[in-house]
């Protein structure tokens, strides 16, 4: 029947389907499966290529440690052994770093030829295998013309510290790193730096490499054997006490020599923000330093780094860390500071210093009205005096300086010292001026640093003095004032603190003058005390300005603090000065008190008895005065006498400033 018939033929017509449909299946799994195995042989070739990549960046890596390891280890053991005080050459021969470069470049004996990153035998020879090579330009290995890929440059001779010969006119040759000057220079340490570059080239399994480049500088601390005197101006900073794990270092720049007779303690962020950098060497005589986290917990370590809970503090000890060192002796006071005032010496006999009597003091001290200081009874109880002669002939008054400073009797108030200027006869002269505020009466010493003539004025009085304060330990003797304070310096006026300053503006201390500002009792110092000329520039630690100022200042207590006091919280404050808190009987430190100061920046450096805690102050930097490392110093300042091993104590670190992968640019 036609019905029927009709599904017959559509079923015939449906015959086939499921044959293509599994075929169309088949062929959609066999793409999935070809692109699955694409997928997964790219995958393994990426892989692979990244394993070879990161091989070669490795074994670059490692040849870079490796190298600058080996430079170190050259530069130490190339060092004169049992270095005297005075040699025809210095402790590092000139020429060092050529010998020392070429080695490292020779392919087969240095790391000029391939080196492999792994022992060959061992747990770690089954390991995925990497070599490096130093890449090395013989034309180029002690120039460091840029793009040598590895160099080692001449040094820079950063300081040389040591004892002037006492005759500067006939024996000007100081000792440098490449010399060693005039016979009659006792040499105490060297610092070198010399500039390096490093460009290791890692290779893989694959052929496959990787080229970095670092660039820094190796720097060299030579402590140099013998006994000599040694001022303590010499120090960035020194402590005679600083127990361990007790106050935390605040952090900053510091530059010169760190000594502490005790130990060193450094904090981490929970202490302020900012690093601590020390581009000089750091000794202790403790054994370890103290490593603080604000967590509470202190290490204590003789390692250069340490880390508590995934917090890591790690000083950059530029110039080495050196501990368990022998303590310095206190001073004995090579000098007194009142009896340089009375006759510009200061001498002491090697029994020790004993302080002028009455008598010593009335021999010479004048006030501004001529009137001599009594012979006997009772003692002035404040006033400012000078040391000097009067004498009148023919009605005529001639007055002559014949000391070496100003003596003020009783505590300051205020003293405010200032670079100035007067006109003399159409000529206009450098002055050192000093204003001295005891209670009601304010005295002015003015020193004519052209014109070589002293005025003193109470306001009501002047006297004019010919000369001025002398050192007359130099030869020929110089212009050299010691400020002896009988007392302290400090005090309030109403509500506002009182104590040592610089002008309002302007610089305090003037070119050609040497101040030492010493007192019995506690300073204060209450704004900026700046040079007019600085010795070296604020934005780099170490760098000396060229030529040298001949102004210096000394601010030094023999029995108290030197107090920051500004008188308002001010963002920065600085003090051009090596502090000094000092003496055997002393307890004294510097102390920031009652107004917040953001930055310290002392220009010279700082010398306590013991480390006080700064906690009104953000952050300090020290910019030693490379001046002090030649045995120059403020006048009549602390000195002690320095007993070195017999050996030549050298340390040699690497300083990385900056590291690129090359490949990658």
């Keep these: 029947m036609k019905p029927k018939n009709t599904r017959t ?34 995958d393994l070739l990426i892989d692979g290529y990244y394993r070879n990549l990161r091989g070669s960046f490795y074994a670059a890596d490692s040849g ?28 590092i021969s000139v020429g060092t770093e050529a010998t020392i470069v070429a080695n490292l470049g020779s392919s087969s004996a240095g ?41 080692v440059k001449p040094p820079i001779c950063t300081s040389t510290i040591y004892t002037p010969a006492a005759d500067l006119v006939n024996h000007p040759n100081v000792p440098t790193c490449t010399s060693p000057g005039d016979a009659y220079y ?109 967590d509470g917990t202190c290490h204590q370590s003789s390692a250069v780094s340490d880390t508590n809970g995934g917090t890591t503090i790690a000083p950059g000890f530029q110039g080495g860390l050196n501990l368990n060192q022998t303590a310095l002796p206190l001073p004995t006071d090579a000098y007194s500071q009142q009896k340089a005032v009375l006759d510009g010496l200061g ?35 404040t006033g400012v005096y000078l040391p000097y002669t009067s ?81 007359l330990n130099t030869s020929p003797s110089t212009e050299a004032a010691m400020l002896y304070v009988n007392g302290g310096i400090s005090g309030s006026s109403g509500g506002t603190t009182t104590g040592v300053t610089g002008p309002s503006s302007g610089a305090a201390i003037q070119d050609g003058s040497a101040v030492t500002v010493t007192t019995t009792g506690t300073i204060a110092i209450t704004g900026n005390i700046t040079y007019s000329t600085e010795p070296v520039t604020l934005n780099s630690a170490d760098t000396p300005t060229s ?21 308002t919280n001010v963002s920065t404050m600085e003090v051009d000065a090596s502090l000094a808190m000092l003496s055997t009987t002393s307890s004294g430190g510097l102390i920031a008190q009652w107004n917040t100061i953001g ?24 910019y030693f005065d490379q001046r002090f490392s030649h045995g120059f110093a403020p006048p009549w300042f602390p000195s002690t006498t320095v007993v070195s091993t017999p050996t030549a104590q050298t340390t040699v670190t690497p300083s990385r400033i900056s590291w690129t992968n090359t490949t990658a640019m």
């Design 9 to 42: 033929r559509q079923r015939q017509g449906s015959r086939g389907v499921a044959l293509v449909t599994a075929l169309l299946l088949l062929s959609l799994f066999t793409v999935m499966t070809l692109a699955m195995v694409i997928a997964t042989s790219s």
């Design 64 to 91: 870079m440690n490796a190298a600058r390891q080996y430079l170190a280890n050259q530069l130490f053991s190339n060092v004169t052994v049992n270095y005297p005080a005075y040699s025809a050459n210095p402790p």
């Design 111 to 151: 790391f000029g030829g391939t080196q492999s990153t792994l022992s060959s035998s061992g747990p770690q020879a089954s390991s995925w295998p990497g070599t490096f090579t130093i890449q090395y330009t013989a034309s180029c290995a002690t120039t460091g013309v840029e793009p040598c890929p590895t160099y």
């Design 186 to 294: 006792s040499v105490q340490s060297y610092t070198y730096s010399y500039p390096y570059k490093i460009t290791a080239v890692g290779n893989s399994v694959a052929n496959q490499q990787n080229s970095i480049s670092e660039w820094g500088n190796l720097l060299a601390n030579v402590a140099i054997t013998g006994t000599f005197n040694q001022n303590f101006a010499a120090y960035g900073t020194f402590f005679n006490t600083y127990p361990i794990c007790g106050s935390r270092f605040v952090k900053g720049t510091m530059s010169g020599q760190f000594f502490s007779n005790d130990s060193w303690n450094f904090g981490d962020s929970a202490y302020g923000s900012g690093s601590y950098i020390f581009t000089g060497s750091v000794g202790a005589a403790n054994p370890k330093v103290g490593y603080m986290y604000g």
């Design 347 to 381: 001498n002491c006999p090697t029994s020790g210093c004993t302080n002028p009597v009455q008598a010593d003091r009335a021999a010479v001290l004048r006030n501004v009205n001529t009137t001599r200081w009594p012979s006997s009874g009772s003692e002035p109880a």
């Design 391 to 471: 004498t009148t002939t023919g009605g005529v008054t001639t007055n002559t300086f014949v000391g070496g400073g100003i003596y003020v009797q009783g505590n300051a108030d205020q003293i405010t010292m200032s670079a100035g200027t007067t006109v003399v006869s159409g000529s206009t002269h450098k002055t050192q001026v000093f204003a001295i505020k005891q209670g009601s009466t304010t005295t002015t010493v003015t020193l004519d640093l052209d014109g070589n003539s002293t005025k003193i004025s109470d306001g009501t009085t002047t006297t004019t003095v010919t000369g001025l304060p002398q050192n």
């Design 547 to 567: 030529p040298a100022p001949s102004n210096v200042l000394g601010i030094f207590t023999t029995n108290g603090d030197i107090q920051l006091r500004p008188t």
């Design 599 to 622: 930055t310290v920046n002392i220009v010279g450096g700082r010398i306590a008895m013991v480390a006080k805690s700064g906690a009104s102050i953000g952050s300090r930097n020290i």
